[in-house]
């Protein structure tokens, strides 16, 4: 059916570093999918993806590769901007390797633990979408309650991912703060800021640009009386270590 920007996404569940990916065209009306747009990355939102490559032109039933060179991303996306359009694939192939998550085998602590929500459960490669009162980690409520994990070495970090709750209380990641750095001062909550979550929808995973910063610990923490800090998946991402 035609339709405004029509799109395709797949969703890997991780993060992987893409390398390649393949699309095959349909038999008939070949010239459809002209103009279409491949993205990579980890936003439901297409256009904050970054893009891969664009199709030209496709003949019938021909497959193109389009190099990625390693664009890190949980999702692919095809869409074709415009109105009246329509999107057929056939067949689409996406090629590359896990991308290296420093926050796995990282050393974690919170000022405070809800139940048995600990800390840990934020960096232990489940987001906890299908498991929250098993899979995520909380504070209680207090006053600037935060979580750190410690990479043990230093990392320039260009990527942190936070997933958020799925439930009735998305909006408590609102405001939070992503903190990366070397001090332990104030518990390592004075360290540069990276980002500030203004929001994340519930069950969504939110990607946010570090630009290299270089630190060996990521803090989250929000500030003001009578906040909670629920943390369903902490994923960090970087080019690799820089110094012991």
Known sequence: MEETDPWWRVDLLKVYKVNRVTITNRHTSE?????AVIRIGNFLDIYSNAI???????????????????????????HIPGDLKILSLCEAGVYGTIAD????????TQSSTSGDWFAEKAIDSNRGLQQLYTGCSSTLTETYPWWRLDLHQVYRVSE???????????DQINGAEIHIGNSLENNGNDNPICAVISAIPAGESYSYSCG?????????????????????????????????
Do not use: H
């Not at 998550?101 to 974690?108: D, E, I, P, T």
């Open 160 to 170: 942190v991912v936070i997933t958020n709750r799925n439930d009735c209380c998305a």
């Open 212 to 244: 290299g910063m270089d630190g060996r610990y990521v803090n989250l923490i929000i500030p003001g009386k009578m906040k909670m800090l629920i943390l369903c998946e902490v994923e960090v991402y970087g080019e690799g270590k820089t110094r012991q």
């Open 52 to 78: 891969c490559g664009v199709i030209s032109t496709l003949a019938a039933n021909a497959t193109a590769t389009f190099s990625c060179g390693g664009m890190e991303g949980r999702y692919m996306i095809v």
């Open 101 to 108: 998550n420093r926050a796995v085998g990282g050393a974690v």
């Open 31 to 35: 010239w459809r999918i002209a103009g």
